[in-house]
């Protein structure tokens, strides 16, 4: 198989936003869709990360009491503009349906851009009193927001997600929510995805339009950058007084119900790829990888080709039955196994699954079948194994499970690894400047005075935001200090970096 | 607790329409938006049951070799202008966006009423030799299509489906591809829905626009009329010529692909409570049900109430560790089981759950707890079981999985019975007039002589349409005849139905 030109991977350090692109083409996880302007088709490969994204985060929401509904996509207008900082963050990115049936509208709609109106509106139905909260609904859907750049995955007009709403008699279980869903978010990226992340609050200028607080993971990628993955909102009362969502409360005054929004989105998939990916193309971790392992067989001529591929179908079928999931949990992690008998070089087939992520590869020979083992190369080298390993095929069968579940939590180290080598604690604002000035973006921890004249003005100079206020034990939690800009008193560091 | 006034389910013989709206209220599957043009809100009872038609027909869909993905929401106007019949059938339902972020759009967009142009623009840059052949795709997706009339699930402003979508190097796989999916459909509908189908061809006045041939699965409602529950369409090379969507094939000749599509939607849930509903709500078989079995506790005083909840709970748990899948399925179908454990008479609850479907219910009191036993009743009479059943509860425990199946046996045949009630073979231009005069619809097979004129001039006088052409063995077949309109030859009977 020969490699066409345009199926080169540009490597990192050559130029990084040309590699993610190649490393997503290659892996054939989407394409840009260019006649829907911003929009993507999220190819097999890509989507089926997706499916095993949603069905994990799926069974958490379920296991937290919450219930999956459906919403309608669009919205009336004047919907958004009932909450003031809502309609104000949303509108330059909507789409607007003006006509429909073959008539112009009276109102027009807009494609939901998030769903907080909406359901905002259902809430003022359904909620009368306290006995019906608190209310926990998450709903999968695709939503819309025009941009004007965007990227495969991490940026684009239509993408997918899901949006739980809850609402609750008092703030203080509102806030439980909003930090139980970070949480979910958090454990999920780490121990699913092996992407560590800071788990914090956003200052008042990142936070989302129409929220009291938000609550983020944020994560790092190989470029130093931060990646926002998931988002937790405290919406305060604004929402229930927009939309007078009222309920009777056990002493029998009327009051607002309290409201938590939260998200995760497509975007996950570009944080998967940058936090593991190289310059031969895709890493996934076995969690979240649709397929686990090839097998390829290496033969000489028909007769070897006969046995070895017989002996690699039954190898197939005994990994089939092998299960990563927990014996308790709904679904069933079968092993998905590719044996991969195409008429092509084995050199062509390695290549073929490394671009796509492949965990495990496995190579059967007639070499191999005398001595009844098998070859087997993990698609990156960690502590679990370097390079090929020869193993009785019976100890391979016995371990693949636990082999798999460890090279997951080697990436999880790996990627640990490299977030803590790009952070640094900075109180100087020249060293500050110089760490942000190349291409590469860093994970400073710094000290902030906590107003957004200073956080803008910092972004002005040097692009740099901050990315989140650390959570308890998610940053140094080395007390007060100065405010890296201003020296004004600071009452912990901020996480700073560049982000996408 | 009281039943308010409009909490009433009108009985079907008084008037079937409002008796299907109650029914959908009062089970909690859905409401109509309003404030959203024909659209809805599925709620989660509704959602769950979507949930699990989902997961099985995707299961089977992936065993049968489809990969699923995702396209854009939007396709460009000019897109559905390239096939001639499938915009002047599409044109006009559709909704437009003409304005994002803020400006005019060059070309308008339209929310997908269906995927075919945007997926045939994608398969002629992914598809140049017969070695990309077959291509297998699926999406599950919303899509929009503006309705004047609409009702809850049966025919929504936007709805959600899934949308197969394949291309073959010859007219023969196409046509296997058409007929598979067309028997995972109807399997799939008797097997898990309960709800028998008459599987078939459409004609040419009902096909999908766009199609050489659609085939079609048609379920029997209560009232006597049909639902098309899923459809299958041979589409030819017509969005292969639309699309130039052309490939190499063996001998090296460019030829256009052969392509298929196939869909069923939210509707399916229609069908399902047409097919199983009573005068008292929602009846769901089992393998479809959200919530298979509910414990009511029976107590008298708070000894007695503190006793049975603890032997509630522990039945509670035994039961959720039943398993209606079968040991090599995907996902594993545990009870789900609701202990109602509310400060309400039972009389109350045995009424809000019966409404909901739920199959079985199960009385807990001081008496069974002295006996060992539990008290059963399933939410229809059937040969399983007829009232209520005592039974020890290490043989419930035993038997219940066993017990669910049958009850999901019992309502087919129940649907079956129903539906051959309702069929007649007719022969005579009266007795077809008379046979549909009533408000209660027939199946009716009868003899056509294969013209649109003669189809339209008895829609024109009946609102009878032909439902479908039946495949060998879904018919009397019974050999050729005459028209009953025309009295010209007719190869063979052919389903004739008001539908829906």
Redesign the interface.
Known sequence: MATPADARITPRAEDYPQWYQDVVREADLAEP?K???G??????HG??I??KIQRELDSQFRATGH??????????QS?LQKEAEHVEGF????????????QPLEE??V?RPTSET?IG??FSKWISSYRDLPLL?NQW??V?R?E?RTRLFLRTT?F?WQEGHTAHATHDEAMEEVLRILHVYGDFAESFMAMPVVRGRKTALEKFAGALESYCIEAHMQDGKALQAGTSHDLGQNFGKAFDVRFQNEAGDLDYVWQTSWGVSTRLIGGLVMTHADDDGLVLPPRLAPIHCVIVPIYRNDEQKAQVLEAAERLRKALCDVDLSSPD????D?LEVVLDDRDLRPGAKFYHWERRGVPLRIELGPKDLAKGQVCTKFRVDTPVQSGKAFVPTDEFLATVRDKLLAFQDALLERARAAQAADTVVLDDWDDFVASFSGEKSVFAWCHWDGTSETEAAIKEATKVTIRCIPLPGQGPDDGPGRCIRTGRPSAGRVLMAKAY
């Open positions: 869709a006649v829907v302007k929009c993507m088709v999220i190819k097999p989507y089926a997706w499916e219930r999956n509904a459906y919403f309608p996509l669009l919205v009336p919907f509108a330059p990115e909507l789409a607007v349906v003006t006509h429909a049936g073959g027009p709609y494609i909406i509106h259902f609904l859907a695709n819309m025009w004007l239509e997918l949990a709904r679904y069933r079968f």
